[in-house]
């Protein structure tokens, strides 16, 4: 991949391709069996940049480890990070770095300089040990080197732009794509998940809020709401494999309408009369009754959650417009059937136990302290969800916050 050649052209033979048609270029063999410097990447490194791209399930049920257990590992999830030889930033609003490592196979000690092309409306700054753009290698070692992006004035936002960096050192030649994207900087920069723990009787969640302009803000709740428990039976599934619709499944239909800010369907290990089942959940959206796969919650033992944010609205059965949840018997030990409640969270309202307390002011570099206050709530081992919308000067949504408040 480094040592391939770019002098290819598109399907009409006469347009220079781009990264997008031939990833590093076209394979050159010769060059190929002596590369100098290799990209190495593990299964773990693989399993976590799809934790960043939101494969929590697979990741867990392929590997034995949660999402949480590789961050805790140090394992970083961030997609660009995988230590490719190419290189992508889907959405650049700010100076990011990137990093990589690289190991020598040559056998020899070098120092290789690096030349870069960079993508049209952005700036790219090269960080090595030695500093500038020179970096030493010793023979089998294995070296990290950064790649800053800043985006400039004059990037067209929204447009892929394209650039390389090359390393050589007189014998090789070590290329690696470049592929980044501007986007226009995040007005409003909110966390994905808030947790609180409150009283039932009355309780505050408070956390900030990213301002990056300075005009009129505004907030909007929608929940806090519980749960409502939906049961069924499940059976054993003699092969263990997942059908869509096939016998034994437990079945679950709902209507998730339009404005809906938050769908969630769980399974909780107490709420099964097995004790240990291994029941896993598959989540549909249906429309005409064709059925879309919109998340699924493989864990090893009865706990499973899928969440949907801002699901797509479907609420009429007549017409075959539903939502499907069917619950899976992967291993019931021993047992025929399994007889569970699913707790089920459809949320599109504001409810009268809550309130909102949010600035409608906002300040350019300066965080917001955002409140969301309950009361008359009922004390229960599982939370009641939430979301909070925030809204620019002109009333677009720039970000939300789930909020989960469990009550005791």
């Known amino acids: 991949m480094t040592t391939a050649r770019q002098n290819v052209k598109k399907e009409n033979g006469t347009t220079p391709a781009d990264p997008f048609d031939f990833g590093a270029g076209h394979a050159v063999p010769n060059k190929a069996t002596d590369p100098g410097l290799t990209y190495d990447i593990t299964s773990l490194d693989y399993f976590a940049f799809l934790c960043g791209v939101g494969k929590s399930s697979f990741v867990q049920s392929a590997s034995g480890y949660t999402c949480a257990q590789f961050e805790a590992a140090n394992y970083d999830t961030d997609p660009s990070q995988l230590n490719l030889p190419s290189i992508a930033i889907a959405e650049l609003t700010a100076a990011q770095t990137l990093t990589r490592v690289v190991t020598d196979v040559s056998g020899a000690a070098s120092v290789y300089t690096a030349t870069v092309q960079a993508p049209a409306g952005v700036d790219v ?104 428990g939906s049961s069924g039976v499940v059976s054993q599934d003699a092969d263990g494999a997942f059908t869509f619709n096939e016998a034994g499944l437990g079945f679950h239909a709902f209507l998730v309408p339009a404005g809906t800010s938050v769908a969630r369907f769980s399974l909780y290990d107490g709420l099964s009369d097995v004790a240990g089942a291994d029941l896993d959940l598959h989540v549909y959206r249906c429309i005409a009754y064709s059925c879309t796969s919109v998340g699924t919650s493989l864990n090893t033992g009865g706990n499973e959650v899928v969440t949907v944010l801002n699901p797509q609205p479907a609420a009429n059965d007549a017409a075959g417009d539903f939502y499907l949840a069917f619950v899976h018997g992967y291993d019931l030990k021993g047992q025929a059937k399994a007889n569970y409640t699913m707790p089920v969270w459809v949320v599109d309202a504001q409810e009268t136990t809550t309130k909102l307390s949010a600035s409608t002011r906002a300040i350019a570099g300066r965080p917001n302290i955002v409140a969301v206050m309950t009361n008359n709530l009922t004390a229960s081992a599982f939370p009641y969800l939430g979301v909070v919308s925030f809204k620019d000067a002109n009333g677009v949504k720039q970000a939300s916050t789930l909020v989960e408040v469990t009550a005791n």
Do not use: C
């Not at 409003?188 to 947790?195: G, L, R, S």
């Not at 900030?208 to 302009?213: I, K, P, R, T």
């Open 125 to 228: 700054q090269v960080l090595t040990t030695e500093g500038g753009n020179t970096m030493a290698v010793a023979a089998g070692a294995t070296v990290g080197y950064g790649i800053k992006f800043t985006p400039k004035a004059n990037a067209v936002i929204g447009k892929w732009a394209f650039g390389a960096i090359t390393w050589s050192d007189g014998v090789h030649t070590v290329r690696s794509p470049i592929a980044i994207k501007v986007e226009s900087p995040k007005l409003i920069v909110a966390p994905e998940v808030v947790k609180g723990l409150v009283k039932a009787k009355a309780g505050r969640v408070a956390f900030d809020v990213q301002m990056n302009f300075s005009g009129v803000t505004s907030a909007e709740v929608s929940g806090v709401s519980a749960p409502f």
